[in-house]
C-alpha cells in the first residue's frame, strides 16, 4: 500500500512570495489533514477535510493561507503571500473515516527568507 | 480545552537500557484516545503506541509501553533495551472521538547512544 506523498520535500521563497504544497492521501481515506511544524514544536492541525468538505479550519490564517481538496482526493495548501514565520515543516496525513491513526507523508520544508 | 503537555525537551539513554518519557493532558471530554509518535530525522510521524481512555490496562508494543494514570491525566511512554534506531522525537498526543481532532505535545528528543 503507497503512503502519503507529498511534494515537493523542500522549498525556499522570499517573503511576500507565494507557494503551493501538494499531496496525495493513502487510497481510500476520506480524512486529510494539513499540519504546520515549527521547529522545536508539535505539529499544529491548520485543516482537517472529509472528502471534498471542510471539517475544522479553526487554527487557518485565512488572509494567507487556502486550502483546497476539490475532488476529495489529493490536495493542495496555499500560501500567499509568504511570511518569515510561515517557515516550518508542512506534514499531509490521511484516515479512513473514524479511524483512529492518521498515516503522515514526509512533509514539506519551507524556508521563507 | 484539550492540550498535551511534555515537559522533557530531552533525554539521552545508554543503549539496552530503559527510559520513560513524560506527558500530562488535559480535555473536558470523557472519550478520547492518547498516542506516543515517534518522527525520526526522515521526518515521516509513525504511530508507536495508542491508548484508550475507558481501558484500565496499559497498552503494550514490544519493547515500548505505557502508564496511563487517568485521574492524574498523565500518559509516560516507557522504552525498554532501547535501540539506537529509537533516536528521535517522540510526540503525546491526544484525540477526542467527539471532533476527531489530533492534539500534539511540543515532543521530546531521544538520544540512544552506543
Known amino acids: 500500500e503507497a503512503g502519503v506523498a507529498q511534494s515537493p520535500r523542500y522549498k525556499i521563497i522570499e517573503k511576500r512570495q507565494s507557494v503551493a504544497f501538494w499531496c496525495n492521501p493513502i487510497?481510500?481515506?476520506?480524512?486529510l489533514y494539513w499540519y504546520q511544524q515549527i521547529l522545536g514544536q508539535g505539529p499544529k492541525l491548520l485543516i482537517q477535510f472529509q472528502n471534498n468538505g471542510v471539517v475544522d479550519d479553526s487554527q487557518l490564517p485565512k488572509d494567507r493561507f487556502s486550502a483546497e481538496r476539490l475532488k476529495g482526493v489529493d490536495s493542495t495548501l496555499k500560501i500567499q503571500p509568504a511570511k518569515l514565520e510561515d517557515s516550518a515543516v508542512y506534514l499531509c496525513?490521511?484516515?479512513?473515516?473514524?479511524?483512529?491513526?492518521?498515516?503522515f507523508g514526509q512533509g514539506t520544508r519551507l524556508t521563507v527568507v | 480545552a484539550q492540550t498535551v503537555t511534555q515537559s522533557q525537551p530531552e533525554m539521552s539513554v545508554q543503549e539496552a537500557e530503559t527510559v520513560t518519557l513524560s506527558c500530562t493532558y488535559d480535555t473536558s471530554e470523557s472519550n478520547y484516545y492518547l498516542f506516543w509518535y515517534k518522527q525520526p530525522p526522515s521526518r515521516q510521524m509513525i504511530l508507536v503506541i495508542r491508548q484508550e481512555a475507558y481501558k484500565q490496562q496499559n497498552a503494550t508494543e514490544n519493547r515500548f509501553s505505557v502508564n496511563f494514570q487517568k485521574a492524574a491525566k498523565s500518559f509516560s511512554l516507557k522504552i525498554s533495551d532501547s535501540q539506537l534506531g529509537d533516536t528521535a522525537m517522540y510526540f503525546c498526543a491526544s484525540l477526542n472521538t467527539g471532533g476527531f481532532k489530533t492534539i500534539f505535545g511540543a515532543g521530546t528528543r531521544l538520544f540512544v547512544k552506543a
Open positions: 487510497s481510500g481515506h476520506a480524512t
Open positions: 496525513a490521511s484516515s479512513k473515516i473514524g479511524q483512529l491513526e492518521a498515516f
